[in-house]
């Protein structure tokens, strides 16, 4: 007996969206481990393609691409030599090549996309197709998850984030919460980025809130704190959760989500 799983369709995919509760008009934030969706006839643009017959002309698509050469690290753990900073290449949202770990082969295809267009915040860089591509026209170089970035017009737009068999702290717009919750001592980081201006890299400084801002030995967390965050949420039954071709996916509002994970941060950390 084949126990294969039956290949993926555009239109197979958009059946089991629209069984998910996306429809037309809606803004989604995806985040997926295509590994988990396939198999698909034609690949992640087969996928990009489903969302968008069901989303139409009217919504759009958004994902967090990051960028794979962040120079996040490597200021954190004590910065670049000349020699380094010589070499690195600069930031240009036309061409900047999409971080793995956040973007994936989905994202890689999304920036290849006719139409799609890439915020200018390098480490919080966000790719966007459709109705949703005008919400990230201004995205801020300081604090580009907090107020005034492109997530805070995603929350306030009532855009959705859908989840296609990803690990359950992807959720980017968790971050938002982070900067609206009442927590003390969040941490900052400050650091530079190589930026493509008029054809020049130009280094800029930028301040980002710290990975695991105010959550004491985070590292030791188990699960991750946002993870932890999103599981107490799907425990009071506020998502919908199915199947995407084979992967088990989890569709939540961001104007629900928000405020619970507000709540929880508080709770927790306050």
């Given at each position: 007996m084949n126990s294969e799983p039956i290949e993926?369709?555009?239109?197979?995919?958009?059946?089991?969206?629209?069984?998910?509760?996306?429809?037309?008009?809606?803004?989604?934030?995806?985040h997926a481990a295509f590994r988990s969706v396939r198999p698909v006839e034609g690949g992640p643009d087969t996928?990009?393609?489903?969302?968008?017959?069901?989303?139409?002309?009217?919504?759009?698509?958004?994902?967090?691409?990051?960028?794979?050469?962040?120079?996040?690290?490597?200021?954190?753990?004590?910065?670049?030599?000349?020699?380094?900073?010589?070499a690195w290449?600069?930031?240009?949202?036309?061409?900047?090549?999409?971080?793995p770990t956040h973007g994936g082969a989905v994202g890689a295809c999304l920036a290849k996309?006719?139409?799609?267009?890439?915020?200018?915040?390098?480490?919080?860089?966000?790719?966007?197709i459709g109705s949703a591509v005008p919400i990230l026209a201004h995205h801020p170089l300081d604090h580009g998850f907090g107020p005034g970035s492109p997530l805070q017009t995603l929350y306030e737009h009532g855009a959705k984030t859908l989840n296609l068999?990803?690990?359950?702290?992807?959720?980017?717009?968790?971050?938002?919460?982070?900067?609206l919750c009442?927590?003390?001592?969040?941490?900052?980081?400050?650091?530079?980025?190589?930026?493509?201006?008029?054809?020049?890299?130009?280094?800029?400084?930028?301040?980002q809130m710290n990975r695991d801002a105010f959550v004491p030995d985070a590292q030791g967390l188990d699960p991750?704190?946002?993870e932890q965050v999103t599981r107490a949420y799907i425990a009071t039954g506020g998502h919908v959760e199915g199947l995407v071709g084979s992967a088990q996916s989890h569709l939540f509002d961001m104007t629900d989500l928000v405020p619970f994970a507000i709540r929880y941060f508080e709770s927790e950390y306050g």
């Open positions: 993926a369709t555009r239109e197979t995919l958009a059946l089991d969206l629209r069984g998910l509760g996306i429809k037309a008009g809606d803004i989604v934030m995806l996928l990009i393609d489903a969302i968008m017959d069901v989303v139409t002309t009217a919504g759009g698509l958004v994902m967090f691409a990051s960028w794979e050469h962040s120079t996040y690290d490597a200021f954190v753990a004590g910065g670049l030599s000349q020699s380094e900073r010589d290449p600069a930031f240009d949202p036309q061409t900047a090549p999409v971080r996309r006719p139409g799609a267009f890439r915020s200018r915040n390098p480490d919080r860089s966000l790719l966007a068999g990803a690990p359950l702290y992807t959720a980017t717009i968790l971050h938002y919460a982070e900067y009442e927590v003390p001592s969040k941490r900052h980081v400050h650091y530079e980025v190589p930026i493509l201006e008029n054809g020049t890299k130009v280094w800029k400084r930028v301040t991750d704190y946002l």
